[in-house]
């Protein structure tokens, strides 16, 4: 309690403090100048740093920052302060962190008061477009271990060297043996069992969180075979969204036997009271639940043909960041195998950021084959997808609209 | 306060005539930080918003089209939070009026006490009523197993309630009691002697309701209507968490679902207008009803 009114404290000093220096006479310049002095002068004392770090996404995202990460950076660098600012789950919290780099960039500050930030895949179009982010990514020595392809691309715009992911998550199917004997391993083999078990499969539409928006956006890709085009290679040809019109048709003849539940919460929690037998989730939420007892311990997953998709979340460096080389050092220190393997994948049950043959000899055995047990690394490699290109995925949620909750 | 506000200057204008000089302007400075605030926190986002909701991001000129998507893909959700908003303001306010009836016209400790509890629900935030109303109302939900319990419910084949009808039952739950409050208050400023002279002629309870207690605590009943009225059209929170995913859904969902996924405030702001039209109907109701004869015709 005392703890975390300190930090509340801390916070609010911290808020203020950036406040009146935000607001203050703006000399940067000659004060950028003066530390380069000192630098070269006198041998340098640590100077006292209070880094900002910003992020989007659930609350444990804030609790990773507060409980984890900022302690254990201070031990790194005694003379450094992390204030963990959260801004709200999903999309929404990243478009909140963008609009704030964006006024600043449009009241013209020079200096911002964010070092670092934590950001879904849409934010890094957004930010690219307003050309908010510092290239920074390339000199860390941890960029080596990275491997995946969404490290360079973000839903269709190239990101490379902006943006370091600190986990992977996934969308799989959830579903509970008793009643599913033989798990579907593709999108046709789903329909056919939901036609079979009406009301027994769940998901949550496209409003109530991201695993129902994963679910439609796989439904998507198995019904026009166009992965490729959609999310990886483009071009965006805006013809192409006609041609969907019967995928959305059949998903709304597919819902008549499907409940919606109540957000991505909501399908675990009627997994767990047997309300129904199947429905999408993010896999390190799924995994959390069951280690809190949320979920039955039998319940299990799988990633159908032809695959759903999952996202990073990213580390970028705005470009007005007060400490851009604390903030380098901080992206450094969460991206290397030692806080990949315990924390990412054994604390919070994430896919890896990094490559995963740097994280397997740091990561506890038991983790390690807690999170790849249902979903293998090679079903991931094979059916682990991004999400569409920005035009091609806003075209899709308003093809739902259109198509599927119109009819 | 409105008669307040227009009696006053009435009686004493000859005197402040005779003041004249520097003090006329006085009472606007006296307004001025009020007024000024209202303006910048109110009136500029409310204006900036209508006009906003007629721009398209990339074009300059003012144009339709955000109604026109609205038209086809919002109609449904309009009407639909339309219907929410009016059947659960008319059901919570039958109810309040038998509450604030009850607690007016009884007396003794278990109405004293319910007269206490009853207010509650005033002070739960509306995510901890979502968040509680999902759980108590899933299909295997609190509700549901305490029926099944007795035999009223198969558990394999339950009722579904997460959509308008678990969605009225919410709203009326939590508006219930704040409307009760503002209609008891109503109940309580009638004198006794009404009551007593209706009941010696013979008035049953509900013509007691009907002809005394109604019509003579008119305005803050409509208060009480207009102010849960407006905040079930404005809520987010409970339909989101309630049936977000769904189809149909409340407009607040759809504004959230615009900003969130597309970044398209022109949408949002044409669905924000057109929740400040359904709004403005019962304000102007309530202004031209309820204040002129309030000020007026006494």
Same mark, same amino acid.
């Given at each position: 309690?005392?703890?975390?009114?300190?930090?509340?404290?801390?916070?609010?000093?911290?808020?203020?403090?950036?406040?009146?220096?935000?607001?203050?006479?703006?000399?940067?310049?000659?004060?950028?100048?003066?530390?380069?002095?000192?630098?070269?002068?006198?041998?340098?004392?640590?100077?006292?740093?209070?880094?900002?770090?910003?992020?989007?996404?659930?609350?444990?995202? %804030?609790?990773?920052?507060?409980?984890?990460?900022?302690?254990?950076?201070?031990?790194?660098?005694?003379?450094?302060?992390?204030?963990?600012?959260?801004?709200?789950?999903?999309?929404?919290?990243?478009?909140?962190?963008?609009?704030?780099?964006?006024?600043?960039?449009?009241?013209?500050?020079?200096?911002?008061?964010?070092?670092?930030?934590?950001?879904?895949?849409?934010?890094?179009?957004?930010?690219?477009?307003?050309? %908010?982010?510092?290239?920074?990514?390339?000199?860390?020595?941890?960029?080596?271990?990275?491997?995946?392809?969404?490290?360079?691309?973000?839903?269709?715009?190239?990101?490379?060297?902006?943006?370091?992911?600190?986990?992977?998550?996934?969308?799989?199917?959830?579903?509970?043996?008793?009643?599913?004997?033989?798990?579907?391993?593709?999108?046709?083999?789903?329909?056919?069992?939901?036609?079979?078990?009406?009301?027994?499969?769940?998901?949550?539409?496209?409003?109530?969180?991201?695993?129902?928006?994963?679910?439609?956006?796989?439904?998507?890709?198995?019904?026009?075979?166009?992965?490729?085009?959609?999310?990886?290679?483009?071009?965006?040809?805006?013809?192409?969204?006609?041609?969907?019109?019967?995928?959305?048709?059949? %998903?709304?003849?597919?819902?008549?036997?499907?409940?919606?539940?109540?957000?991505?919460?909501?399908?675990?929690?009627?997994?767990?009271?047997?309300?129904?037998?199947?429905?999408?989730?993010?896999?390190?939420?799924?995994?959390?639940?069951?280690?809190?007892?949320?979920?039955?311990?039998?319940?299990?997953?799988? %990633?159908?043909?032809?695959?759903?998709?999952?996202?990073?979340?990213?580390?970028?460096?705005?470009?007005?960041?007060?400490?851009?080389?604390?903030?380098?050092?901080?992206?450094?220190?969460?991206?290397?195998?030692?806080?990949?393997?315990?924390?990412?994948?054994?604390?919070?049950?994430?896919?890896?950021?990094?490559?995963?043959?740097?994280?397997?000899?740091?990561?506890?055995?038991?983790?390690?084959?807690?999170?790849?047990?249902?979903?293998?690394?090679?079903?991931?490699?094979?059916?682990?997808?991004?999400?569409?290109?920005?035009?091609?995925?806003?075209?899709?949620?308003?093809?739902?609209?259109?198509?599927?909750?119109?009819? | 306060?409105?008669?307040?506000?227009?009696?006053?200057?009435?009686?004493?204008?000859?005197?402040?005539?005779?003041?004249?000089?520097?003090?006329?302007?006085?009472?606007?400075?006296?307004?001025?930080?009020?007024?000024?605030?209202?303006? !910048?926190?109110?009136?500029?986002?409310?204006?900036?918003?209508?006009?906003?909701?007629?721009?398209?991001?990339?074009?300059? !000129?003012?144009?339709?089209?955000?109604?026109?998507?609205?038209?086809?893909?919002?109609?449904?959700?309009?009407?639909?939070?339309?219907?929410?908003?009016?059947?659960?303001?008319?059901?919570?306010?039958?109810?309040?009026?038998?509450? !604030?009836?009850?607690?007016?016209?009884?007396?003794?400790?278990?109405?004293?006490?319910?007269?206490?509890?009853?207010?509650?629900?005033?002070?739960?935030?509306?995510?901890?009523?979502?968040?509680?109303?999902?759980?108590?109302?899933?299909?295997?939900?609190?509700?549901?197993?305490?029926?099944?319990?007795?035999?009223?419910?198969?558990?394999?084949?339950?009722?579904?309630?997460?959509?308008?009808?678990?969605?009225?039952?919410?709203?009326?739950?939590?508006?219930?009691?704040?409307?009760?409050?503002?209609?008891?208050?109503?109940?309580?400023?009638?004198?006794?002697?009404?009551?007593?002279?209706?009941?010696?002629?013979?008035?049953?309870?509900?013509?007691?309701?009907?002809?005394?207690?109604?019509?003579?605590?008119?305005?803050?009943?409509?208060?009480?209507?207009?102010? !849960?009225?407006?905040?079930?059209?404005?809520?987010?929170?409970?339909?989101?968490?309630?049936?977000?995913?769904?189809?149909?859904?409340?407009?607040?969902?759809?504004?959230?679902?615009?900003?969130?996924?597309?970044?398209?405030?022109?949408?949002?702001?044409?669905?924000?207008?057109?929740?400040?039209?359904?709004?403005?109907?019962?304000?102007?109701?309530?202004?031209?009803?309820?204040?002129?004869?309030?000020?007026?015709?006494?």
């Amino acid at each position: 309690m005392r703890i975390k009114s300190l930090t509340m404290l801390l916070l609010v000093v911290v808020t203020i403090m950036s406040l009146v220096v935000a607001c203050g006479p703006t000399a940067e310049p000659s004060v950028v100048k003066e530390t380069v002095v000192v630098q070269v002068t006198t041998e340098p004392e640590p100077e006292e740093i209070s880094l900002v770090y910003i992020t989007a996404g659930d609350v444990n995202m %804030l609790a990773l920052g507060q409980n984890v990460l900022a302690p254990e950076f201070q031990e790194m660098y005694p003379n450094v302060t992390t204030a963990v600012v959260h801004t709200g789950p999903g999309d929404a919290g990243s478009r909140t962190i963008f609009e704030k780099l964006l006024a600043d960039k449009q009241a013209g500050k020079a200096r911002g008061d964010v070092d670092v930030a934590m950001v879904h895949q849409k934010f890094m179009a957004w930010a690219m477009e307003e050309d %908010l982010l510092m290239p920074y990514a390339e000199e860390l020595d941890t960029w080596q271990y990275m491997s995946a392809g969404d490290v360079n691309n973000a839903l269709g715009t190239n990101i490379q060297g902006y943006g370091m992911p600190m986990f992977h998550s996934q969308t799989a199917l959830a579903y509970n043996p008793d009643c599913v004997a033989e798990p579907p391993q593709s999108y046709e083999e789903l329909v056919s069992w939901v036609e079979a078990n009406p009301g027994k499969f769940g998901y949550n539409g496209i409003k109530g969180g991201m695993a129902g928006v994963s679910f439609v956006v796989g439904w998507v890709y198995w019904k026009t075979d166009q992965y490729e085009k959609l999310a990886v290679s483009g071009p965006v040809d805006e013809a192409d969204v006609a041609t969907w019109e019967q995928a959305y048709k059949d %998903l709304a003849e597919f819902n008549k036997n499907v409940v919606i539940t109540a957000g991505n919460v909501g399908t675990l929690d009627a997994l767990n009271r047997g309300e129904i037998c199947m429905g999408p989730v993010w896999v390190d939420m799924f995994y959390t639940f069951m280690a809190e007892g949320k979920l039955a311990p039998e319940t299990r997953l799988t %990633l159908p043909a032809p695959g759903m998709p999952g996202q990073p979340m990213y580390f970028v460096i705005p470009k007005n960041a007060p400490h851009p080389d604390m903030a380098k050092e901080w992206v450094e220190y969460v991206t290397s195998p030692e806080v990949q393997g315990p924390v990412i994948i054994d604390r919070y049950n994430w896919y890896p950021g990094i490559d995963g043959q740097y994280v397997k000899d740091v990561t506890p055995p038991e983790a390690f084959d807690r999170l790849y047990k249902d979903i293998t690394p090679e079903i991931m490699n094979q059916y682990g997808r991004s999400f569409p290109i920005v035009e091609y995925f806003d075209a899709m949620l308003e093809a739902y609209e259109q198509w599927t909750s119109g009819e | 306060m409105s008669s307040v506000a227009v009696g006053e200057p009435a009686e004493r204008a000859p005197g402040r005539k005779r003041r004249g000089g520097r003090e006329v302007f006085l009472p606007f400075l006296l307004l001025l930080p009020a007024v000024g605030l209202m303006l !910048a926190l109110y009136a500029y986002p409310f204006i900036s918003s209508i006009y906003r909701s007629f721009l398209v991001k990339g074009q300059g !000129a003012l144009t339709l089209s955000n109604y026109v998507k609205v038209s086809e893909l919002y109609l449904r959700d309009i009407f639909f939070s339309l219907e929410i908003a009016f059947l659960s303001t008319a059901v919570a306010a039958v109810l309040s009026i038998l509450m !604030a009836t009850y607690l007016r016209l009884g007396s003794g400790r278990v109405v004293r006490l319910i007269g206490s509890v009853y207010r509650l629900p005033i002070f739960i935030p509306f995510v901890v009523v979502a968040q509680m109303m999902t759980t108590f109302l899933a299909p295997h939900g609190l509700l549901n197993v305490s029926l099944a319990q007795i035999g009223l419910v198969n558990l394999d084949t339950p009722p579904d309630l997460l959509n308008w009808k678990g969605l009225t039952f919410a709203f009326v739950w939590k508006q219930w009691a704040f409307m009760t409050l503002i209609v008891l208050s109503g109940f309580e400023m009638i004198d006794n002697t009404y009551i007593e002279a209706a009941r010696s002629f013979g008035a049953k309870l509900h013509q007691v309701i009907l002809r005394i207690l109604v019509p003579m605590s008119r305005a803050s009943l409509s208060v009480a209507l207009i102010l !849960a009225f407006t905040s079930t059209v404005g809520t987010f929170t409970l339909p989101y968490m309630l049936i977000g995913g769904k189809t149909p859904t409340t407009l607040t969902v759809d504004i959230a679902h615009r900003v969130t996924y597309f970044g398209d405030y022109g949408v949002a702001n044409a669905l924000g207008t057109i929740a400040y039209i359904l709004v403005v109907f019962t304000a102007v109701y309530y202004l031209r009803y309820t204040v002129r004869r309030e000020v007026y015709e006494q």
